[in-house]
T-cell receptor
Framework: DAGVIQSPRHEVTEMGQEVTLRCKPISGHDYLFWYRQTMMRGLELLIYFNNNVPIDDSGMPEDRFSAKMPNASFSTLKIQPSEPRDSAVYFC?????????????FGEGSRLTVL | AQSVTQLGSHVSVSEGALVLLRCNYSSSVPPYLFWYVQYPNQGLQLLLKYTSAATLVKGINGFEAEFKKSETSFHLTKPSAHMSDAAEYFCAVSEGTGANNLFFGTGTRLTVIP
């Protein structure tokens, strides 16, 4: 199987611009997670979906962030407008409970730099 | 609520020496515990996991970890470090069968000195 696929791998943008990060989970996985990684805060769970429905979005920092999962094979994380403090690596992960007992399969991440 | 604490953000060992990375957890229910490894510019990969079976868990690349309930610990060890072990290591906890999201520690960067 291809693994979790994220795009773009790198994004450099200017403050105020809209950023869209994309994720394709592993086929057959019904849970999808978005994490953010920074030096200061480590890995933070932003939101996760089950069967395309958002289950917990309490980690989404503010209204500038939004996430959607229109179908089982695609999810987006959007930041509008972007700010320099949003610079981070954003990871998407998926799994299929109960088969994986909490184990997550991660993509390679999208490194975002906001100037 | 679940959380993990990793003691030491940086650990350096000589090649061939013992690797010990420390993790303590807090959980109100029997936890599932995980160690993940992250190589530069890559996503996280599972090293090993504890899911309430054997307390000594063996993982990939010669790593193992022991669940000690009395000490609320899940330390990661490897008898002999290899240069390829240089990476960042994350301990994580979940509620087990009751939930599916992981809470990660802040990570420990392992440096292996030749």
């Amino acid at each position: 199987d291809a693994g979790v696929i994220q795009s773009p791998r790198h994004e450099v943008t200017e403050m105020g611009q809209e950023v869209t990060l994309r994720c394709k989970p592993i086929s057959g996985h019904d849970y999808l997670f978005w994490y953010r990684q920074t030096m200061m805060r480590g890995l933070e769970l932003l939101i996760y979906f089950n069967n395309n429905v958002p289950i917990d979005d309490s980690g989404m920092p503010e209204d500038r962030f939004s996430a959607k999962m229109p179908n089982a094979s695609f999810s987006t994380l959007k930041i509008q407008p972007s700010e320099p403090r949003d610079s981070a690596v954003y990871f998407c992960a998926s799994n299929s409970r109960p088969g994986h007992n909490g184990e997550l399969f991660f993509g390679e991440g999208s490194r975002l730099t906001v100037l | 609520a679940q959380s993990v604490t990793q003691l030491g953000s940086h650990v350096s060992v000589s090649e061939g020496a013992l690797v010990l990375l420390r993790c303590n957890y807090s959980s109100s229910v029997p936890p599932y515990l995980f160690w993940y490894v992250q190589y530069p510019n890559q996503g996280l990969q599972l090293l090993l996991k504890y899911t309430s079976a054997a307390t000594l868990v063996k993982g990939i690349n010669g790593f193992e970890a022991e669940f000690k309930k009395s000490e609320t610990s899940f330390h990661l060890t490897k008898p002999s470090a290899h240069m390829s072990d240089a990476a960042e290591y994350f301990c994580a906890v979940s509620e087990g069968t009751g939930a599916n999201n992981l809470f990660f520690g802040t990570g420990t960067r392992l440096t292996v000195i030749p």
